[in-house]
């Protein structure tokens, strides 16, 4: 597990990121070096939970998790439950573990790839109880929205990994963007939404605040919450 994982099949869809070289420490390439083996997951192998964890608990993953403060901190409070994260930006991959590995955490695992390609091939249909996307990439300029991840293909595909019952959540502090989320849920059969109003949720007690929300709320953005159960 030395970079992220690519698939020649999927070479030509529009994909919500730009890998770019950010600045990585010595201690995060040695984290990629040394903790992946350990706490990371092949993309090529299908996902089982009793190889990956040693047990069977509520299970959720978090896609594109940033730095991993909500990981970590979902995973220190809720430790009767499992944690899958997503990344693709080696910087972020590298600063969870050494956070898993300084709070001795043993209840999340990585993978350090694309999303779309991990949900597609290696997560079992409804074998999630939970799927968080807190803050995804807003792709502002009206050229780039096709890159959002958030659209009614990723919802659809998002419901079928989950179990009945389970939770999908994202959130976003982009107006536009959330709009088009509660969109592309509402039109997913699958789903129902958690608002009584129809609408946008109220942000949920273990929803740390991040440090997207922090910057917008400093900003003066508001921030919405999408919360839709699997029927």
């Known amino acids: 597990m030395t970079g992220i994982a690519t698939d020649d099949t999927s070479a030509h869809r529009i994909r919500s990121y730009v890998l770019r070289q950010g600045r990585i420490t010595a201690a995060q390439r040695r984290a990629l070096a040394d903790l992946m083996p350990r706490f990371g997951l092949d993309p090529g192998e299908p996902f089982d939970q009793l190889r990956a964890f040693g047990r069977q608990a509520p299970l959720s993953l978090e896609v594109g998790f940033g730095n991993g403060d909500t990981l970590v901190r979902l995973a220190e409070t809720r430790t009767d439950e499992d944690f899958l994260g997503i990344e693709v930006h080696p910087p972020g991959v590298g600063h969870l573990l050494l956070e898993m590995e300084k709070r001795g955490l043993s209840n999340i695992r990585v993978y350090w790839a694309d999303a779309v390609e991990i949900l597609e091939k290696t997560l079992p249909d409804r074998s999630l109880d939970g799927m968080l996307v807190f803050f995804p990439d807003p792709w502002h300029k009206k050229r780039h929205h096709k890159r959002r991840l958030v659209d009614p293909d990723f919802v659809q595909l998002a419901a079928r990994k989950l179990k009945s019952g389970g939770l ?55 921030v919405w919450d999408i919360l839709f159960k699997r029927v």
């Not at 976003?172 to 039109?187: G, R, V």
């Not at 129902?192 to 129809?198: I, M």
Request: charged share 20%; with cysteine.
């Open 168 to 222: 999908f959540h994202a959130a976003t502090d982009w107006e536009s963007y959330a709009a088009q989320m509660l969109a592309a849920a509402q039109s997913c059969s699958q789903l129902q939404n958690c608002s009584e109003s129809g609408g946008f949720s109220p942000p949920q007690a273990y929803r740390p605040l991040t440090r997207f929300e922090e910057r917008g709320r400093r900003l003066g953005h508001p």
